[in-house]
């Protein structure tokens, strides 16, 4: 989902409620409470061509969308954003992704790698939380339980339009001045990533235990209802408006 689905979803379409059924075995209560929008796929020491590129590929990518690269033949590492430029400097690593221009920038990515993928195909809306303890929420007065739930969902909207503004301006400053090389990914890589997704989702659906079976089917339900709305609109809109609409 994107980030704007996402949010739907947890809002007014159940999401929440799973979250919190799922929260609820740990005695926490979780709260979206920043949004990055969709991300950067990644810094890579060579521009890929197709499949055969990332075949035993060492990617730092994590969670589910690690997965997807494995099945994809890629070498997936998991490590903290703090440890990626090393591991980048001393050949551990041939590629790694970790969220978009505005942090890639000052982590310092571009002095190994040149080659800059976009966008994440398997992090489209990625979402911070807030965790706090259930019992104690439970125990503060309707009025104080409002205003974290509000500040978590201004917050949401507050990181989004920061890394809006300050992604492309992030971006000029690696291309111009730093000689990074911005790609998109070989529709080959796409149409794999997109393939193992869903053999991943089915799986996840099929396979898994009543709780995650009921999340992944609230996550299928709800994005195929609010994918007519982005693709519809949306994604209608921004097509024309590159076809015809540009200023100088």
């Known amino acids: 989902m994107t980030s704007r689905e996402l949010a739907a979803w947890m809002r007014y379409m159940g999401g929440q409620e799973i979250w ?62 703090g440890e990626i430029y090393a591991a980048l400097q001393s050949g551990a690593l041939d590629a790694a992704e970790f969220v978009g ?18 966008p994440s ?26 205003i974290v739930e509000s500040a978590c969902q201004a917050e949401y909207d507050q990181v989004a339009s920061e890394f809006y503004a300050n992604d492309p301006i992030a971006l000029k400053t690696l291309v111009e001045q730093h000689g990074v090389r911005v790609h998109q990914f070989p529709d080959e890589i796409l149409e794999a990533g997109a393939r193992v997704s869903m053999e ?5 659906r099929e396979g898994g235990d009543a ?11 709800a994005l195929n209802i609010l994918r007519t709305r982005t693709e519809n609109t949306d994604q209608a809109f921004l097509a024309a408006r590159a076809k015809y609409f540009k200023l100088d």
Request: glycine share 12%; proline share 3%; aromatic share 12%.
């Open 101 to 118: 221009p505005y942090n890639d920038l000052a982590l310092g990515f571009h002095q190994i790698c040149k080659d800059y993928y976009f």
């Open 200 to 204: 991943l989702l089915t799986e996840i």
């Open 20 to 81: 919190d059924e799922v929260y609820d075995q740990f005695g926490v209560k979780g709260f979206l409470s920043g949004d990055t929008g969709t991300q950067a796929g990644g810094w890579f020491r060579k521009e890929l061509t197709g499949l055969s590129d990332i075949q035993g590929l060492r990617f730092r990518t994590p969670g589910l969308g690690g997965q997807v690269w494995q099945r994809m033949g890629a070498t997936v590492v998991n490590m903290a954003g």
């Open 211 to 221: 709780l995650t079976k009921k999340t992944a089917e609230s996550f299928v339900n």
């Open 121 to 146: 195909f398997i992090e489209p809306g990625l979402a911070t939380e807030l965790v706090v303890n259930k019992e104690k929420f439970s125990a503060l007065p309707a009025d104080l339980q409002a």
